[in-house]
C-alpha cells in the first residue's frame, strides 16, 4: 500500500534559519504529493502541492520538489519565522474508484524561536 | 471565500453515549471525506461519499456510521462511545471526486469521551 515516511521532530531552529524537513512516499503509479500545516488549535491547510515528477510547490516561501528518482518530496524554507512554528505533514494522494483520499505521513514539529 | 464548516466545534459526551458531527462541504463540492487525528498523531481516513454514495473506506469501526445527504452535508454518527474516541475529526472536501487532488479541510470538531 501507499505510505509516507517524514522526519521525526521537534525541529528546533532559531529565526531566520534554513529549515528542511524530508519525506519520502511509496506508491503505485504516480501519486500527487502534498504538505500540509497545521497552526496550534486548528485545521489542516494546504500549503503546497506538486503533481508530477520535477514539479516544484511553493507557497509562503516553502518550496518543494517531487523528486520521482528517490520518491521524495523534502520541504525547505530559506529563512524561517517564529510564526511559521506548526506541524508540517506530507501526504500523497491516489485514486480510489471515484474519490481520492490522503496518506499522512506523521507530522513534524517546528518550533521557531527568537 | 466559503470553506468546510464542521459542526460543533466541541463536544463533551461520557462512555457508551452517541455522538453526531455534522460537515458542509465547499458550495459545489461532492465529495466529502472524515479523517480522525487522536492527540499527537496523524489524521487517520475513516471514509468518505462521492455523489452522495460511500466511495471509499478506511479504518472506520462498526459503531460509526456516516452518510452525505442530498444538499451534500455530510454526517458521522458514533455510538457506544469509547475513551480511545477522543480525538479531533475533520471533514474535508473537494471536487469531482477529488481528481483535482486538493482536499480542503474544515477546522475539526474535537470529541472527548469522559
Known amino acids: 500500500g501507499n505510505s509516507v515516511t517524514q522526519m521525526e521532530g521537534p525541529v528546533t531552529l532559531s529565526e531566520e534559519a534554513f529549515l528542511t524537513i524530508n519525506c519520502t512516499y511509496t506508491?503505485?503509479?504516480?501519486?500527487?504529493l502534498f504538505w500540509y500545516v497545521q497552526y496550534p488549535g486548528e485545521g489542516l491547510q494546504l500549503l503546497l502541492k506538486?503533481?508530477?515528477?520535477?514539479d516544484k510547490g511553493s507557497n509562503k516561501g516553502f518550496e518543494a520538489t517531487y523528486r520521482k528518482e528517490t520518491t521524495s518530496f523534502h520541504l525547505e524554507k530559506g529563512s524561517v519565522q517564529v510564526s511559521d512554528s506548526a506541524v508540517y505533514f506530507c501526504a500523497l494522494v491516489d485514486y480510489t474508484g471515484t474519490a481520492s483520499k490522503l496518506t499522512f505521513g506523521t507530522g513534524t514539529r517546528l518550533q521557531v524561536t527568537l | 471565500a466559503a470553506g468546510v464548516i464542521q459542526s460543533p466545534r466541541h463536544l463533551i459526551k461520557e462512555k457508551r453515549e452517541t455522538a453526531t458531527l455534522k460537515c458542509y462541504p465547499i458550495?459545489?463540492?461532492?465529495?466529502v471525506y472524515w479523517y480522525q487525528q487522536g492527540p499527537g498523531q496523524d489524521p487517520q481516513f475513516l471514509i468518505s461519499?462521492?455523489?452522495?454514495?460511500?466511495?471509499d473506506k478506511g479504518s472506520i469501526p462498526d459503531r460509526f456510521s456516516a452518510q452525505q445527504f442530498s444538499d451534500y452535508h455530510s454526517e458521522l454518527n458514533m455510538s457506544s462511545l469509547e475513551l480511545g474516541d477522543s480525538a479531533l475529526y475533520f471533514c474535508?472536501?473537494?471536487?469531482?471526486?477529488?481528481?483535482?487532488?486538493?482536499?480542503?479541510f474544515g477546522e475539526g470538531s474535537r470529541l472527548t469521551v469522559l
Open positions: 458550495p459545489r463540492h461532492d465529495t
Open positions: 461519499f462521492y455523489e452522495k454514495m460511500q466511495s
Open positions: 474535508a472536501s473537494s471536487l469531482k471526486g477529488g481528481r483535482a487532488g486538493e482536499l480542503f
Open positions: 506508491a503505485t503509479g504516480y501519486p500527487s
Open positions: 506538486a503533481t508530477k515528477a520535477d
